[in-house]
Structures are given as structure tokens and as C-alpha cells.
């Protein structure tokens, strides 16, 4: 499987597909502010990433609004945030066959850099 699940008018995410040429590739990309994660398709990353957590975005401008820093939140708590509110998913997540990618960090994009290749 080579899926994406991006927001179309964040400028990171643009900048991340421009830099991989990963758009060009055949991707199936979701869009996940016009097309909802799904339950199932959420389940499925956290699979490959082992924690709810490490999909979620603490960047959102929900997570301060919410006051969600000064909450202790658990895996079930990560999971009903993502599902409610797309901004909550660290975005971009890639997906290619059994490996993910998922958000901004240096790292991360170097690696998807190379896996695309």
C-alpha cells in the first residue's frame, strides 16, 4: 500500500511532497480535512507505530485552546482527539506497504527521502 494522509493547504505538508517528488509516485493521497480518518484507518497506523501518541500533534492550536497540555491523557484519550478533530494528526503521514512516516521532524522526511528513491 502507498497512501498519504495530508491537509492540502498546510504549507509543511506541500513542501514535504514537493521535496520527496512523492506525489508524482502513485500515492493514494486523502486529503483529511475533506476526507475523514476512519476508525479502522487510524487502527491500522497506530499498528504500524505502536501508540496513538505518536500520531498525535501537540502543534495543533486545538491542543493549547483545549488546555490539553495540563491534562494527562491516555492512548484511548490520543485516539477519540484524532478521530474528532483532523488538526490533531501529525501530518504527513506516508504510508509505504509495512512502514510509516509521520509528521515534520528532519529526520523523518531524510528517511521518507530515501524510501521513495
Given amino acids: 500500500m502507498k497512501k498519504i494522509y495530508h491537509l492540502g493547504n498546510c504549507t509543511t505538508c506541500q513542501a514535504i511532497l514537493k521535496a520527496t517528488s512523492i506525489a508524482k509516485k502513485?500515492?493514494?493521497m486523502q486529503d483529511i480535512k475533506f476526507e475523514k480518518i476512519t476508525a479502522s484507518q487510524l487502527d491500522e497506523m497506530?499498528?504500524?507505530t505502536?501508540?496513538?501518541e505518536s500520531l498525535f500533534s501537540r502543534r495543533a492550536m486545538k491542543y493549547k485552546e483545549l488546555g490539553l497540555k495540563d491534562k494527562k491523557l491516555e492512548e484511548k484519550d490520543y485516539r477519540q482527539f484524532i478521530l474528532d478533530e483532523y488538526t490533531f494528526l501529525k501530518r504527513p503521514v506516508v504510508i509505504i506497504n509495512?512502514?510509516?512516516f509521520t509528521g515534520s521532524e528532519k529526520k523523518t522526511i531524510e528517511?521518507?527521502?530515501k524510501a521513495v528513491k
Fill in 98 to 100: 509495512d512502514k510509516i
Fill in 111 to 113: 528517511a521518507l527521502k
Fill in 46 to 48: 497506530k499498528k504500524m
Fill in 26 to 28: 502513485g500515492f493514494d
Fill in 50 to 52: 505502536g501508540s496513538y
